[in-house]
């Protein structure tokens, strides 16, 4: 007989956030350790005072875990303990070497777990990685940078001072004078150029083909990538880009690419901007973005390509979700 371990946290003690983090665990207990549900023998939860709303047991028999034992018991009030946590066994019938499984804010509970980490995700535009490194970042509790909001702000100074940004030299002196400087403001990212506050300035459409064509200075890529390194050194946190996995933090604990079809892309791009006001062809997105894929593989500096160590996501066919979970799957696989 074997016995595993795992814990995760949930945010606030609701029945509907028991029910899904228990599925979580008890899933990711099960996909690591190549489980059937008629190896279980018995599941027991044991969970902080602070969680009263519902019975772990109870939400693991909703899950689908019905063919063994069940048990839930409430753990006695310690102060300093951690807070809104859910902890398991589960007793299989197999010898296997066990692979325990701790999510969220019960990584603290191992010590392995508890360093510096960061996560890389690269792709090109429209191939969802931005969305999914925000929800990712919340889910671990770490910093998501927005590095690609670095690059517009690039691209807006230039704009705004008249400069050619296909003119290199002209790039390079702006680049020394530019002060650059991300804040975090209730875990939101605020991108600010020169002292002003531009996080929505630069999501105009005109931006995004500026900030992938200065990008290609090296002078642009050197200053950015100091910045994120410095960032990303300091505190765990999730960064997204073209370059990130390769260039920027080719030692990150964790590498993912995500791709997608030139027309799932553009939809996905069409779909974000109508939602924000903007009148956009949709033929002409998609030829931009097919443009913007061209130029950012094909520059000299850090050009746009897959870690050879990063995990591959074809997200064309895929949910949010569904995305999300895969890496967060093989995140565990790897611990």
């Given at each position: 007989m074997?016995?595993i371990?795992?814990?995760?946290?949930?945010?606030?003690?609701?029945?509907?956030?028991?029910?899904?983090?228990?599925?979580?665990?008890?899933?990711?207990?099960?996909?690591?350790?190549?489980?059937?549900?008629?190896?279980?023998?018995?599941?027991?939860?044991?969970?902080?005072?602070?969680?009263?709303?519902?019975?772990?047991a109870?939400?693991?028999?909703?899950?689908?875990?019905?063919?063994?034992?069940?048990?839930?018991?409430?753990?006695?009030?310690?102060?300093?303990?951690?807070?809104?946590?859910?902890?398991?066994?589960?007793?299989?019938?197999?010898n296997?070497?066990?692979?325990?499984?701790?999510?969220?804010?019960?990584?603290?509970?191992?010590?392995?777990?508890?360093?510096?980490?960061?996560?890389?995700?690269?792709?090109?535009?429209?191939?969802g990685?931005?969305?999914?490194?925000?929800?990712?970042?919340?889910?671990?509790k770490?910093?998501?940078?927005d590095?690609?909001?670095?690059?517009?702000?690039?691209?807006?100074?230039?704009?705004?001072?008249?400069?050619?940004?296909?003119?290199?030299?002209?790039?390079?002196?702006?680049?020394?004078?530019v002060?650059?400087?991300?804040?975090?403001?209730?875990?939101?990212q605020?991108t600010?150029?020169?002292?002003?506050?531009?996080?929505d300035?630069?999501?105009?459409?005109?931006?995004?083909?500026?900030?992938?064509?200065?990008?290609?200075?090296?002078?642009?890529?050197?200053?950015?990538?100091?910045?994120?390194?410095?960032?990303?050194?300091?505190?765990?946190?999730?960064?997204?880009?073209?370059?990130?996995?390769?260039f920027?933090?080719?030692?990150?604990?964790?590498?993912f690419?995500?791709t997608?079809?030139?027309?799932?892309?553009?939809?996905?791009?069409?779909?974000?901007?109508?939602?924000?006001?903007?009148?956009?062809?949709?033929?002409?997105?998609?030829?931009?973005?097919?443009?913007?894929?061209?130029?950012?593989?094909?520059?000299?500096?850090?050009?746009?390509?897959?870690?050879?160590?990063?995990?591959?996501?074809?997200?064309?066919?895929m949910?949010?979700?569904?995305?999300?979970?895969?890496?967060?799957?093989?995140?565990?696989?790897?611990?």
């Open positions: 074997t016995v371990r795992g814990a995760t946290t949930i945010g606030a003690d609701q029945p509907e956030e028991i029910r899904n983090a228990v599925r979580e665990l008890l899933e990711q207990i099960e996909s690591r350790n190549q489980l059937k549900r008629d190896e279980i023998l018995s599941i027991v939860f044991s969970s902080t005072s602070d969680i009263h709303s519902y019975y772990p109870k939400a693991a028999r909703e899950a689908g875990f019905a063919s063994c034992s069940l048990f839930s018991a409430q753990e006695p009030e310690i102060d300093g303990s951690l807070a809104l946590c859910i902890r398991v066994m589960l007793f299989v019938e197999k296997i070497s066990p692979h325990h499984v701790y999510l969220k804010g019960a990584r603290v509970l191992r010590k392995d777990l508890t360093e510096k980490f960061n996560i890389a995700i690269d792709g090109p535009a429209g191939s990685k931005s969305t999914i490194a925000r929800l990712l970042a919340k889910d671990q770490i910093l998501y940078l590095t690609g909001a670095m690059y517009r702000a690039c691209a807006l100074a230039a704009l705004r001072a008249g400069i050619n940004i296909d003119n290199e030299a002209g790039v390079c002196d702006l680049m020394r004078t002060s650059l400087n991300v804040v975090y403001e209730d875990g939101i605020h600010f150029l020169n002292g002003e506050d531009v996080s300035v630069i999501r105009e459409p005109e931006i995004s083909m500026a900030a992938s064509t200065i990008s290609k200075h090296e002078s642009v890529r050197m200053k950015m990538a100091e910045k994120q390194r410095e960032i990303a050194g300091k505190m765990s946190c999730v960064l997204d880009g073209r370059d990130i996995g390769t920027v933090l080719p030692d990150a604990d964790f590498k690419f995500l997608a079809s030139p027309e799932v892309r553009a939809q996905r791009r069409y779909d974000e901007l109508v939602a924000k006001g903007h009148r956009v062809d949709f033929e002409t997105l998609k030829h931009d973005i097919l443009a913007r894929d061209e130029q950012d593989a094909t520059r000299a500096i850090a050009p746009l390509k897959k870690a050879d160590d990063a995990v591959l996501i074809d997200t064309s066919d949910t949010i979700d569904q995305v999300l979970r895969t890496i967060k799957n093989k995140m565990q696989e790897k611990i």
